[in-house]
């Protein structure tokens, strides 16, 4: 086990090199080095930074300056999988274990990561007490314990789930390791529960101020949500983000402002992989202005200046929407978030969230509707994964695909399945025999000589030791031959043991993360599902609060509710304007005020006359004042039909 009290003197002397060698940066960002600090000293640490606060780097610095491999415990595989490639860009090695690897694929992983040199183990929750992970940790070096989405392992969050439970067990087969704990939202509540969770010895949170001094809030009632947005984004520049529910307003909103010359594109969670790709790089590379998209966009995209975010829908709570507004403006420069709500949209959210927690019963029959599907005896099942067609599913068992869509989250929140939405597997091999075994194969099977030579050329050798990512059509173009014969010859080869072949996949998965049960006795903790249920039907109420106050400063608002109080307004939101421009027109009427009495203690205007002594844009202003006035009878209006001061 390394010992923290003899090195981390050294390692602490290394960060700032490892910053700069592997990320280029001179220095770290606000609180990144307390927090670093804080991990090499062996100490346990909650932190907290907000969206695009530069969180991963808070653990994979201290990581690099430790000998040994650091576990990265996170829920979302998309992250995981762009971590790692980003990783390995970096020279750095890292691996990722998630649901749709096959059992070989993870047990070579798993092996790398005990034998090789494997910096980085990304896995997901529900990994933790598999018999695979549990006998290979025992002899893994581990020197750090990540855990992202912490706010994942407290019911009182906003995204509770139930296999991070698990990483207290984990944690005592680790009594000595560290443990950093990040995300970028949590109450004082929540902040609490993880740290307890997690048994930290003392409690220990480095947290950076929810505000955020360049970001402009702004919660504008209208009932016209299309047009309002084209106005904004005629009067914004720059790259946008606008959030709405549903997948159908993603391309009939995308479609409107095409329509306007606005460059858009529609992007969700059913668009097949490439397509989502191809929408996400377009605007990345700023090929296109606005991504129109559900909230399965934006997490763990790297973009840095966009300009303005807006939701058309309230989201489910602050925490959503602090997390979904934050990717505004993260290069610090000026920036927009700007809610658009009508005047049902409170009461649609509550009712959104009764829909979002449906009766035990149907939950039950939705589970046993899963097990139907796909076959599954009771007992078995455990961590198996399948393609998931949640309309198809539906209609075999006349269901509505919005209930069964809510029915399985509940059944993730109580640890039997969870759901893969918009999951992309690219193809990949791993080669069985090894050099002269295969060389004998080919010397007697010439007609698959061609690709296994390809192969080699394209993947070098570490096809012998890991599952590589191939792409079919490189091979064909390479070989000159249809894609369907490649991948053809692949799965013959695969049947052969010559190779394993996984072939890409492109839809959702369920994963079974416990044996199947059976339905009717299928252990359901109604009293937490209660209890989510009034928690999120609290989170809806704060919502609909925040967007209907019409009297504090928006970022005061959203610090009170993550238990950060301030005085201080931020004087950029909706609020905040509005009350900087009634105390610049109450000193320009002061102003205004002061010049026509000036005027008139000269000698007497016609009306007309004296509004034609102040500049055109005045007109109005210095028209409602002498209104004004005259009410309270500081003016009169002579006989002759002047005006003049009251004696």
């Given at each position: 086990m390394?010992?923290?009290?003899?090195?981390?003197?050294?390692?602490?002397?290394?960060?700032?090199?490892?910053?700069?060698?592997?990320?280029?940066?001179?220095?770290?960002?606000p609180?990144?080095?307390?927090?670093?600090?804080?991990?090499?000293?062996?100490?346990?640490?909650?932190?907290?930074?907000?969206?695009?606060?530069?969180?991963?780097?808070?653990?994979?610095?201290?990581?690099?300056?430790?000998?040994?491999?650091?576990?990265?415990?996170?829920?979302?595989?998309?992250?995981?999988?762009?971590?790692?490639?980003?990783?390995?860009?970096?020279g750095?090695?890292?691996?990722?274990?998630?649901?749709?690897?096959?059992?070989?694929?993870?047990?070579?992983?798993?092996?790398?990561?005990?034998?090789?040199?494997?910096?980085?183990?990304?896995?997901?929750?529900?990994?933790?007490?598999?018999?695979?992970?549990?006998?290979?940790?025992?002899?893994?070096?581990?020197?750090?314990?990540?855990?992202?989405?912490?706010?994942?392992?407290?019911?009182?969050?906003?995204?509770?789930?139930?296999?991070?439970?698990?990483?207290?067990?984990?944690?005592?087969?680790?009594?000595?390791?560290?443990?950093?704990?990040?995300?970028?939202?949590?109450?004082?509540?929540?902040?609490?529960?993880?740290?307890?969770?997690?048994?930290?010895?003392?409690?220990?949170?480095?947290?950076?101020?929810?505000?955020?001094?360049?970001?402009?809030?702004?919660?504008?009632?209208?009932?016209?949500?299309?047009?309002?947005?084209?106005?904004?984004?005629?009067?914004?520049?720059?790259?946008?983000?606008?959030?709405?529910?549903?997948?159908?307003?993603?391309?009939?909103?995308?479609?409107?402002?095409?329509?306007?010359r606005?460059?858009?594109?529609?992007?969700?969670?059913?668009?097949?992989?490439?397509?989502?790709?191809?929408?996400?790089?377009?605007?990345?590379?700023?090929?296109?202005?606005?991504?129109?998209?559900?909230?399965?966009?934006?997490?763990?995209i790297?973009?840095?200046?966009?300009?303005?975010?807006?939701?058309?829908?309230?989201?489910?709570?602050?925490?959503?929407?602090?997390?979904?507004?934050?990717r505004?403006?993260?290069?610090?420069?000026?920036?927009?978030?700007?809610?658009?709500?009508?005047?049902?949209?409170?009461?649609?959210?509550?009712?959104?969230?009764?829909?979002?927690?449906?009766?035990?019963?149907?939950?039950?029959?939705?589970?046993?509707?899963?097990?139907?599907?796909?076959?599954?005896?009771v007992?078995?099942?455990?961590?198996?994964?399948?393609d998931?067609?949640?309309?198809?599913?539906?209609?075999?068992?006349?269901l509505?695909?919005?209930?069964v869509?809510?029915?399985?989250?509940?059944?993730?929140?109580?640890?039997?399945?969870?759901?893969?939405?918009?999951y992309?597997?690219?193809?990949?091999?791993?080669?069985?025999?090894?050099?002269?075994?295969?060389?004998e194969?080919?010397?007697?099977?010439?007609?698959?000589?061609?690709?296994?030579?390809?192969?080699?050329?394209?993947?070098?050798?570490?096809?012998?030791?890991?599952?590589?990512?191939?792409?079919e059509?490189?091979l064909?173009?390479?070989?000159?031959?249809?894609?369907?014969?490649?991948?053809?010859?692949?799965?013959?080869?695969?049947?052969?043991?010559?190779?394993?072949?996984?072939?890409?996949?492109?839809?959702?998965?369920?994963?079974?993360?416990?044996?199947?049960?059976?339905?009717?006795?299928?252990?359901?903790?109604?009293?937490?599902?209660?209890?989510?249920?009034?928690?999120?039907?609290?989170?809806?109420?704060?919502?609909?609060r925040?967007?209907?106050?019409?009297?504090?400063?928006?970022?005061?608002?959203?610090?009170?509710?993550?238990?950060?109080?301030?005085?201080?307004?931020?004087?950029?939101?909706?609020?905040?304007?509005?009350?900087?421009?009634?105390?610049?027109?109450g000193?320009?009427?002061?102003?205004?005020?002061?010049?026509?009495?000036?005027?008139?203690?000269?000698?007497?205007?016609?009306?007309?006359?004296?509004?034609?002594?102040?500049?055109?844009?005045?007109?109005?202003?210095?028209?409602?004042?002498?209104?004004?006035?005259?009410?309270?009878?500081?003016?009169?209006?002579?006989?002759?039909?002047?005006?003049?001061?009251?004696?």
């Open positions: 390394f010992n923290f009290e003899a090195d981390n003197i050294a390692a602490l002397q290394d960060i700032h090199h490892i910053l700069k060698s592997y990320w280029g940066y001179e220095q770290f960002r609180l990144q080095e307390d927090i670093i600090r804080s991990v090499l000293a062996g100490q346990d640490t909650l932190a907290l930074l907000p969206t695009g606060g530069g969180k991963s780097i808070c653990f994979q610095v201290p990581a690099l300056a430790l000998e040994g491999i650091c576990i990265v415990v996170t829920p979302l595989i998309a992250l995981m999988k762009d971590q790692v490639e980003a990783l390995k860009k970096r750095i090695a890292a691996i990722a274990i998630y649901s749709g690897m096959s059992r070989r694929e993870i047990d070579i992983a798993m092996d790398n990561c005990v034998y090789g040199n494997v910096k980085f183990l990304y896995l997901s929750p529900e990994r933790l007490l598999t018999e695979l992970f549990q006998e290979r940790v025992k002899r893994m070096k581990v020197t750090l314990l990540a855990i992202d989405e912490a706010h994942c392992i407290s019911q009182w969050g906003y995204d509770f789930r139930p296999p991070y439970l698990q990483l207290s067990e984990l944690r005592e087969q680790l009594p000595q390791v560290p443990v950093i704990a990040l995300t970028a939202t949590a109450t004082e509540q929540v902040k609490q529960d993880i740290q307890e969770k997690l048994k930290f010895p003392k409690e220990n949170v480095c947290q950076k101020s929810f505000a955020r001094d360049n970001l402009s809030y702004s919660c504008l009632a209208t009932e016209d949500k299309t047009n309002r947005l084209l106005e904004i984004l005629q009067r914004m520049p720059g790259q946008s983000i606008v959030y709405v529910r549903s997948r159908r307003q993603t391309v009939e909103m995308a479609k409107f402002l095409q329509s306007r606005i460059s858009a594109a529609a992007y969700h969670a059913g668009l097949k992989f490439q397509d989502r790709s191809t929408v996400q790089q377009a605007w990345v590379q700023d090929k296109v202005r606005v991504i129109v998209a559900t909230n399965a966009f934006g997490m763990g790297d973009k840095p200046d966009v300009r303005l975010v807006v939701h058309l829908d309230l989201p489910e709570s602050l925490e959503a929407y602090y997390q979904e507004a934050g505004a403006g993260r290069d610090e420069k000026y920036a927009y978030a700007v809610m658009l709500f009508g005047p049902n949209d409170a009461t649609e959210l509550l009712q959104k969230v009764a829909e979002a927690h449906p009766p035990v019963e149907l939950i039950r029959r939705v589970y046993q509707s899963l097990a139907n599907y796909y076959q599954l005896a007992g078995s099942g455990l961590m198996s994964n399948f998931f067609d949640i309309a198809d599913f539906a209609k075999n068992y006349k509505k695909p919005l209930e869509h809510h029915a399985i989250k509940r059944l993730e929140q109580e640890g039997y399945v969870q759901l893969n939405e918009g992309h597997q690219p193809s990949r091999l791993l080669l069985v025999l090894d050099n002269l075994k295969l060389y194969f080919q010397l007697a099977n010439p007609e698959h000589d061609l690709l296994i030579r390809m192969v080699l050329r394209l993947y070098g050798g570490e096809a012998f030791s890991n599952f590589v990512k191939v792409s059509r490189k064909a173009q390479q070989l000159q031959v249809p894609e369907q014969e490649v991948r053809r010859k692949l799965e013959y080869l695969h049947k052969l043991q010559v190779l394993f072949y996984e072939p890409q996949t492109d839809a959702p998965q369920i994963i079974f993360t416990s044996p199947r049960q059976d339905a009717s006795s299928l252990k359901l903790d109604t009293k937490r599902l209660r209890q989510l249920r009034e928690r999120a039907t609290l989170q809806a109420k704060e919502m609909g925040y967007v209907e106050a019409t009297n504090r400063c928006r970022t005061q608002l959203l610090l009170e509710y993550f238990g950060e109080i301030s005085d201080k307004s931020c004087r950029i939101c909706d609020f905040c304007l509005a009350q900087r421009k009634k105390e610049r027109q000193q320009e009427g002061e102003q205004l005020q002061g010049k026509l009495l000036e005027l008139l203690q000269a000698k007497p205007f016609l009306p007309k006359e004296l509004v034609q002594q102040f500049a055109p844009k005045e007109a109005n202003a210095v028209t409602e004042l002498i209104r004004q006035l005259v009410d309270v009878g500081k003016l009169r209006y002579a006989e002759s039909g002047k005006l003049e001061l009251t004696q």
